[in-house]
C-alpha cells in the first residue's frame, strides 16, 4: 500500500510500481518490479550465472560492511548512500582472485589496497575541497599505528566551510578491514567439486567471512579534535593512532580515514553535531 509522505511525497507500491526516497537523490524515486521470482533465482539451472554473480556481490557487500564499520565515525558526514559504490570498487580486488571458480572468489582487499584509497564520502563537498593543504600520513603494519599530520587551518586561505556553521570538528579513524573468504576457508579449494555439474551443483550456501573470528573483537580507534570556532580556524595536529588489539595473522587491511563536521551550538558548552553533512574521505590504505 501507498502512503503520502507530506504534501507532495507518495512512498509505498501503488499501480504495479514502487514509490521510495534514496538518499542522495531528490524527489520520489519511481520504479518498477520486474526479474525473475527468488524461487526461480535460486532453482532454475538456467540462471546459474546470475546465482554466481549474486554470490559475489554478497562476498563485495560483506567487505564494504567492514570498510563501513572502520569508517563508522565519518558516516553521518555522508551526503549519498556509498554502499554500493563502495562495493563496486571492490571489483577490482575479486577479479584478482584467479585459482576459485566465478562464484566463490575471494575478497582480499589486502592484494589490491589501493582501488578503495581516497574513496570519498561526498558528492558535493569533497574533502580536499574543504580542506585544501595536503593531509600527511603515515602508516606501520608491524606497529599497528598511523600518524597523521593536519596543517593549520585557517578560513578562505586553506579552509573553505559552509556559511551556515559555526563550529568545525576534524575527526579520525583507524582500523582494519579483514579479507574474507568463503565460509572463512583459506585454502584456495573453492572450486566446484569432482563430478559436480557447474549449473546444477555449485551453489550451496555460503557466506564470506574473515580467516580468523578474532577479527571481530578489534575495536575501531577514532580521534576527535576539539571543537573550533570557523571564524578562527585550527591549529596544526599530529597525531598518532596505535591498534589496542592486534590481528590474529597478515589476512588484513588497515583503513584510516578523515573528515570534517559542522557543529551546532545548542548552549555555551555544548556543541551538537549536525547531521548528515561535512566531507570525509579514505585517506589511506596499507
Given at each position: 500500500m501507498a502512503k503520502?509522505?507530506?504534501?507532495?511525497g507518495l512512498e509505498g507500491k501503488l499501480g504495479g510500481l514502487s514509490y521510495y526516497k534514496m538518499r542522495g537523490v531528490e524527489g520520489i524515486v519511481v520504479r518498477e518490479p520486474g526479474g525473475p521470482s527468488k524461487y526461480k533465482v535460486q532453482n532454475d539451472?538456467?540462471?546459474?550465472m546470475l546465482r554466481r554473480n549474486n554470490a559475489e556481490f554478497s562476498g563485495r557487500s560483506t567487505a564494504g560492511k567492514w570498510?563501513?564499520?572502520v569508517i563508522h565515525a565519518q558516516l553521518p558526514m555522508a551526503d549519498y548512500n556509498i554502499s554500493g559504490p563502495l562495493a563496486s570498487s571492490l571489483k577490482a580486488v575479486q577479479v584478482l582472485d584467479t585459482e576459485s571458480n566465478l562464484g566463490k572468489r575471494t575478497v582480499k582487499l589486502s592484494v589490491n589496497p589501493i582501488v578503495i584509497k581516497g574513496f570519498p564520502l561526498n558528492k558535493k563537498a569533497l574533502f580536499d575541497s574543504v580542506v585544501r593543504s595536503p593531509v600527511e600520513f603515515s602508516i606501520s603494519r608491524e606497529t599497528g599505528s598511523a600518524r597523521v599530520q593536519i596543517p593549520a587551518l585557517?578560513?578562505?586561505?586553506?579552509?573553505?566551510?559552509p556559511d551556515n556553521y559555526a563550529m568545525f570538528q576534524l575527526?579520525?579513524?583507524?582500523?582494519?578491514?579483514?579479507?574474507?573468504?568463503?565460509?572463512g576457508k583459506k585454502d584456495l579449494s573453492h572450486r566446484i567439486t569432482a563430478g559436480a555439474v557447474a549449473k546444477d551443483g555449485f551453489f550451496e550456501k555460503i557466506k564470506y567471512l574473515p580467516s580468523h573470528k578474532a577479527y571481530d573483537n578489534i575495536p575501531v580507534e577514532v580521534f576527535r579534535s576539539d571543537w573550533y570556532p570557523i571564524v578562527k580556524g585550527a591549529p596544526a595536529i599530529d597525531k598518532e593512532l596505535t591498534l589496542q588489539v592486534f590481528p590474529p595473522d597478515i589476512d588484513f587491511s588497515l583503513v584510516l580515514s578523515i573528515g570534517i563536521c559542522y557543529g551546532i551550538m545548542e548552549s555555551a558548552d555544548y556543541v551538537r553535531q549536525a547531521p548528515y553533512v561535512g566531507s570525509a574521505k579514505i585517506l589511506g590504505v596499507g
Open positions: 503520502l509522505k507530506g504534501p507532495h539451472p538456467q540462471l546459474h570498510i563501513r564499520k585557517m578560513p578562505a586561505i586553506n579552509l573553505f566551510t575527526v579520525v579513524a583507524w582500523g582494519v578491514v579483514p579479507d574474507l573468504y568463503p565460509d
